[in-house]
């Protein structure tokens, strides 16, 4: 069964703190993506990689950075975590093309 | 930016009903896609229509797309209790790259026995 896993389901930090948010796919896809997820606001999409060490920023990339070192693994950082950043944070990857996602199951991050 | 607009945003109905949820979207789009999220966890991929077809079907879904209208809805017939969930339509615009999509912030459906 095809996967993409999200490092931690349940995450509590520190206003300050250094936070990284680990996805890793199995399906051998080009593309992965970061998503934050709000109440009201849908998702909203905050980086993007389609190749390995490439990244685009979607539109909300203020905050936030990627790394995308191995084809299967794309890294989000929270440089110094708020709480505005408090979300469920939602990670997929795609084949390039008419593909659908597949995504992760989550990662809740409250920063306290 | 918000790129799909769903309507309703919440709709109840009785098991056995059909379930119509609508998508209005803003700029031209390479595809149109559905997806249903459970409650708390991730996304998963219902179907994909290109801008170039009008109707497709999967199972119990069927997906129309208007692009003249840029609108699409997604019709769930003989819905069943485990439907109950959020759906929300993804557009793919013409130009960016990537394939990245464009969430609406979702239909909450409750399909009660």
């Known amino acids: 069964d095809v996967k993409v896993t999200q490092s931690s389901r349940y995450l509590v930090k520190r206003t300050g703190e250094k936070v990284f948010l680990e996805c890793v796919q199995d399906?051998?896809?080009?593309?992965m993506f970061w998503y934050r997820q709000d109440p009201g606001l849908g998702l909203r999409l905050i980086y993007f990689?389609?190749?390995?060490?490439?990244?685009e920023k979607g539109d909300i990339p203020e905050g936030y950075s990627v790394s995308r070192e191995k084809k299967e693994r794309f890294s989000l950082i929270l440089e110094s975590a708020s709480t505005n950043q408090t979300s469920m944070y939602l990670c997929?990857?795609?084949?390039?093309?008419?593909?659908?996602?597949?995504f992760g199951s989550g990662t809740r991050l409250t920063v306290v | 930016s918000q790129q799909g607009e769903e309507d309703p945003q919440a709709l109840s109905i009785q098991e056995g009903e059909n379930a119509t949820m609508n998508c209005s979207y803003k700029?031209?789009?390479?595809?149109l896609q559905w997806y249903r999220q459970n409650s708390g966890r991730g996304l998963v991929h219902l179907i994909l229509?290109?801008?170039?077809?009008r109707e497709k079907h999967s199972g119990r879904l069927r997906v129309t797309l208007d692009t003249s209208k840029k609108s699409s809805s997604l019709l769930i017939t003989a819905s069943r209790a485990a439907d109950t969930a959020s759906y929300f339509c993804?557009?793919?615009?013409?130009?960016?790259?990537?394939?990245?999509?464009?969430f609406g912030t979702g239909t909450q459906l409750k399909v009660e026995l």
């Open positions: 997929a990857s795609s084949l390039p093309g008419d593909y659908g996602y597949t």
């Open positions: 700029t031209s789009i390479n595809n």
């Open positions: 993804a557009t793919e615009g013409l130009t960016g790259g990537g394939n990245k999509l464009t």
């Open positions: 990689s389609y190749d390995v060490k490439m990244k």
């Open positions: 399906m051998d896809h080009e593309n």
């Open positions: 229509i290109r801008s170039n077809e």
